[in-house]
């Protein structure tokens, strides 16, 4: 997971502007409930003290006018978007910030708009992600039988949360990656077990030490070592030490994995 630092706007003033620039009948109707939007816009804080919202209850009219600040964007909306894009760290490569892994391809709802239409064009309610960790999570409510990180607002430990056990089946890399114990009924844990982030890792790290393997077998172990090292300083320069790469990297270097397991 990786944090994002929240853009710099005025969530009054995005409302103000993007009901100017809708079209009838939605400018009418916005206009109309825009005393409500702004309530829901001051009770977010909410969200930015770790807690959690309940829906509130609209009509299917209500409901697709205030959806339509997001759809059919219009240039303030399109402008909330691109700001939140500029605002991504580039040392981060476009990765996704849920999961770490993919790319962020779409803008997350970190409460959906299917139960939170008031939030549709919020800036603090949108998070760039991967289509892989959107399409999990889906129109799943944070704080109910799952929950999910606000990659903003929620604090993320510094000390390790992630362990890492790996065998062999001949030479065949069987990972594990697991919890520690002190974080099981988290919001860590939640995060991870919500968005099946375990099985990615497990899935992404066979294929990071096949990788390493077949630079062994091509370039020699000098080249192996090396490219192991630069990829641990990356890591943990620009994504932390819980970065699940950051992890599997630091197993690797201790079980001597390259002289031990590459012959």
């Known amino acids: 997971m990786i944090n994002f630092k929240q853009i710099s706007r005025i969530e009054n ?16 109707d916005l206009n109309i409930l825009k005393s ?26 209500e409901k697709k006018t205030l959806q339509s600040l997001y759809g059919s964007q219009t240039r303030t909306a399109k402008e909330v978007i691109r700001s939140i894009i500029d605002n991504l760290d580039a040392k981060h490569d476009s990765r996704c910030l849920y999961c770490g892994i993919g790319e962020y391809e779409e803008i997350d709802h970190y409460l959906p708009k299917e139960h939170f239409p008031e939030y549709s064009i919020l800036f603090k309610n949108l998070i760039p992600i991967c289509g892989k960790c959107n399409k999990i999570k889906g129109d799943k409510i944070p704080g109910t039988t799952i929950d999910y ?19 062999f089946n001949i030479k065949t890399p069987i990972l594990n990656f697991n919890i520690k114990t002190k974080y099981n009924g988290s919001l860590i844990e939640n995060h991870i077990v919500s968005l099946k982030l375990i099985e990615r890792y497990n899935k992404k790290g066979v294929q990071y030490i096949l990788r ?14 090396e490219e192991l090292e630069r990829n641990d300083l990356e890591t943990s320069e620009f994504y932390g030490s819980n970065f699940w790469k950051s992890v599997l990297i630091r197993k690797l270097k201790e079980i001597n994995y390259i002289k031990d397991y590459c012959i």
Request: charged share 25%; no cysteine.
């Open 149 to 167: 990180l606000h990659m903003t607002y929620d604090i993320i430990p510094l000390e390790q949360y992630l362990s890492l056990d790996i065998t």
């Open 212 to 225: 390493i393997k077949a630079l062994y077998d091509q370039y020699g172990e000098k080249y192996a070592i």
């Open 13 to 28: 003033d995005d409302l103000i502007l993007i009901i100017s620039e809708k079209n009838k009948p939605y400018k009418d």
């Open 36 to 61: 409500v939007i702004l309530k829901s816009y001051s009770n977010f804080s909410v969200i930015e003290n770790n807690k959690r919202i309940k829906p509130s209850t609209y009509s299917s009219v």
